[in-house]
């Protein structure tokens, strides 16, 4: 049986021919049913297995045709918020095989082999995922440079914009923008990390209306955008004359010269170094902590850098530092320097700015999900053209899982049938309390921590599930749930 949700998220796919339309949401429920079980598994028999892999193969079949009824289905549920964050990241997919090489995958750094993903996420101001508005996968089937960190920062002086790898914060830029202009109701506020602290961003147009947009009745950019800096850029200032002059500051000690505007206390995500010889100060390891912020903002021009075929304009911007104040001994101080078109006028303006840039770790929950729940490097695909398909279906069981943990959160007191099925949290509540379900239908967040509960999560005060024991419920959830429908009290069986 495919799963109401899946129909509706796939509803308008056209993939050029009838029967790999009819697949592809059959495919969805199967792999959203079981998204860590190998696609055999999952597809629960030879038919439906070879069907899967035979619609994975159809060069008809790609990353982005699988993507675009999803993108349709994103674009709605932004058009039902006021304040929706746009949220870009990159991914590496470590695709190497000990025993056989796929075909077609190139390197990652020289010695794994993958691709890259790039993803832009819609989000509410509360985190709820609302599904993948854009999304790329880079193939370096060329291979990677191994010159000196020197002669590539020269390589890369010399080469357009439009040809590094970096021009993919632009574009998801610029369909953010789009999505903005398609939804003149909604604000929408582009995130990205530091990577996108690139000068063409922040010269980028963001209203190509020929109108504005007026709201309350004052002009409204179709679009804001937040970036952490990573760049101690230097800054200009303007004359009453009108003429530019060059600045002997630079960012940060011009914001670190303002006025402390408030003090938070932020917890300390613990992280994990990549390598065991990481030096740099952001991608060292490091343990959970609570810390005590201060948080200052200013409004600075930014002074345009040199480009050997372009010249850039100056940029009017507004920067909010946040900054610890007495860090653990031996640990490098937090410090967020977040660059943004944004208001910074008064203290809630720029507590929200921060809000915002806090949603910003979504995007790593769902690239978690999509790695360890959906397992998606562990696919057993020889070719990367087969791969990219899957990689896409998988985005948007990774989305599925996200929204259901999200919702208990964010809605508790919903009805529970706004994301499941009767026999669904039927089975589950008859497995979990071994008694029969209630006439009344349970709360959403009642629902989803039993799922999580199948899935390992052991109830605290004042705690939440997460995707990990989600993802892991559901699976047994959709099994209790075959069986709920086939030999429950709801069903009538016939007699031989």
Same mark, same amino acid.
């Given at each position: 049986?495919?799963?109401?949700?899946?129909?509706?998220?796939?509803?308008?796919? @056209?993939?050029?021919?009838?029967?790999?339309? @009819?697949?592809?949401?059959?495919?969805?429920?199967?792999?959203?049913?079981?998204?860590?079980?190998?696609?055999?598994?999952?597809?629960?028999? #030879?038919?439906?297995?070879?069907?899967a892999y035979r619609f994975f193969d159809n060069p008809k079949v790609t990353f982005e045709q699988i993507l675009l009824p999803h993108h349709e289905?994103?674009?709605?549920?932004?058009?039902?918020?006021?304040?929706?964050?746009?949220?870009?990241?990159?991914?590496?997919?470590?695709?190497?095989?000990? @025993?056989?090489?796929?075909?077609?995958?190139?390197?990652?750094?020289?010695?794994?082999?993958?691709?890259?993903?790039?993803?832009?996420?819609?989000?509410?101001?509360?985190?709820?995922?609302?599904?993948?508005?854009?999304?790329?996968?880079?193939?370096?089937?060329?291979?990677?440079?191994?010159?000196?960190?020197?002669?590539?920062?020269?390589?890369?002086?010399?080469?357009?914009?439009?040809?590094?790898?970096?021009?993919?914060?632009?574009?998801?830029?610029?369909?953010?923008?789009?999505?903005?202009?398609?939804?003149?109701?909604?604000?929408?506020?582009?995130?990205?990390?530091?990577?996108?602290?690139?000068?063409?961003?922040?010269?980028?147009?963001?209203?190509?209306?020929?109108?504005?947009?007026?709201?309350?009745?004052?002009?409204?950019?179709?679009? #804001?955008?937040? %970036?952490?800096?990573?760049?101690?850029?230097?800054?200009?200032?303007?004359?009453?004359?009108?003429?530019?002059?060059?600045?002997?500051?630079?960012?940060?000690?011009? %914001?670190?010269?303002?006025?402390?505007?408030? *003090?938070?206390?932020?917890?300390?995500?613990?992280?994990?170094?990549?390598?065991?010889?990481?030096?740099?100060?952001?991608?060292?390891?490091?343990?959970?902590?609570?810390?005590?912020?201060?948080?200052?903002?200013?409004?600075?021009?930014?002074?345009?850098?040199?480009?050997?075929?372009?010249?850039?304009?100056?940029?009017?911007? @507004?920067?909010?530092?946040?900054?610890?104040?007495?860090?653990?001994?031996?640990?490098?101080?937090?410090?967020?320097?977040?660059?943004?078109?944004?208001?910074?006028?008064?203290?809630?303006?720029?507590?929200?700015?921060?809000?915002?840039?806090c949603v910003r770790w979504n995007i790593e929950i769902l690239f978690r999900t999509l790695k360890s729940g959906c397992r998606i490097e562990h696919?057993?695909?020889?070719?990367?053209?087969?791969?990219?398909?899957?990689?896409?279906?998988?985005?948007?069981?990774?989305?599925?899982?996200?929204?259901?943990?999200?919702?208990?959160?964010?809605?508790?007191?919903?009805?529970?049938?706004?994301?499941?099925e009767p026999g669904e949290w039927k089975a589950v509540w008859a497995a979990v309390h071994q008694k029969n379900p209630p006439k009344k239908k349970?709360?959403?967040?009642?629902?989803?921590?039993?799922?999580?509960?199948?899935?390992?999560?052991?109830?605290?005060?004042?705690?939440?599930?997460?995707?990990?024991?989600?993802?892991?419920?559901?699976?047994?959830?959709?099994?209790?749930?075959?069986?709920?429908?086939?030999?429950?009290? *709801?069903?009538?069986?016939?007699?031989?």
């Amino acid at each position: 049986m495919v799963a109401q949700w899946a129909q509706m998220e796939v509803a308008s796919v @056209n993939l050029g021919d009838q029967r790999l339309n @009819n697949r592809l949401p059959i495919l969805l429920s199967a792999l959203g049913d079981g998204p860590n079980l190998s696609i055999p598994a999952a597809c629960g028999g #030879h038919a439906d297995t070879q069907a899967a892999y035979r619609f994975f193969d159809n060069p008809k079949v790609t990353f982005e045709q699988i993507l675009l009824p999803h993108h349709e289905q994103t674009l709605q549920r932004m058009s039902q918020q006021e304040v929706v964050l746009l949220v870009q990241d990159s991914s590496e997919i470590e695709l190497d095989r000990p @025993n056989q090489e796929i075909v077609g995958v190139g390197e990652l750094d020289g010695s794994r082999r993958g691709v890259l993903l790039h993803e832009m996420h819609a989000f509410t101001v509360d985190g709820i995922p609302l599904g993948t508005l854009w999304a790329e996968c880079i193939n370096r089937t060329q291979g990677v440079s191994h010159e000196s960190a020197k002669q590539k920062r020269k390589q890369r002086q010399q080469k357009p914009l439009e040809e590094k790898e970096s021009q993919r914060w632009i574009t998801g830029l610029k369909h953010a923008t789009g999505a903005a202009l398609a939804l003149p109701k909604v604000q929408c506020v582009c995130i990205a990390d530091s990577e996108a602290d690139i000068y063409e961003w922040f010269a980028e147009p963001r209203n190509e209306s020929e109108e504005p947009l007026t709201r309350d009745g004052r002009d409204v950019p179709q679009l #804001h955008w937040l %970036v952490r800096a990573c760049q101690d850029r230097a800054l200009q200032i303007q004359t009453d004359g009108g003429k530019t002059e060059l600045c002997q500051r630079h960012l940060q000690e011009q %914001v670190l010269a303002t006025p402390v505007l408030y *003090e938070a206390d932020f917890l300390i995500r613990e992280r994990d170094a990549k390598t065991g010889v990481e030096r740099r100060s952001r991608r060292v390891a490091r343990e959970a902590r609570h810390a005590k912020v201060q948080v200052r903002a200013a409004t600075v021009t930014l002074r345009p850098p040199w480009r050997f075929d372009r010249k850039l304009p100056p940029v009017t911007v @507004n920067v909010v530092l946040v900054s610890e104040i007495k860090p653990p001994k031996g640990e490098p101080p937090v410090q967020w320097v977040l660059v943004t078109t944004l208001p910074v006028n008064t203290p809630d303006q720029v507590r929200k700015i921060v809000e915002y840039y806090c949603v910003r770790w979504n995007i790593e929950i769902l690239f978690r999900t999509l790695k360890s729940g959906c397992r998606i490097e562990h696919r057993r695909f020889e070719h990367v053209d087969r791969i990219l398909p899957a990689m896409a279906l998988y985005l948007i069981v990774a989305w599925r899982t996200m929204f259901v943990c999200r919702m208990g959160r964010s809605c508790p007191d919903a009805d529970c049938e706004t994301i499941f099925e009767p026999g669904e949290w039927k089975a589950v509540w008859a497995a979990v309390h071994q008694k029969n379900p209630p006439k009344k239908k349970p709360r959403l967040r009642e629902i989803v921590h039993l799922i999580a509960r199948l899935g390992g999560y052991v109830e605290r005060p004042s705690s939440e599930p997460g995707a990990q024991t989600v993802w892991i419920g559901l699976q047994r959830m959709h099994d209790l749930a075959v069986a709920w429908k086939t030999f429950g009290p *709801e069903t009538e069986m016939k007699s031989c």
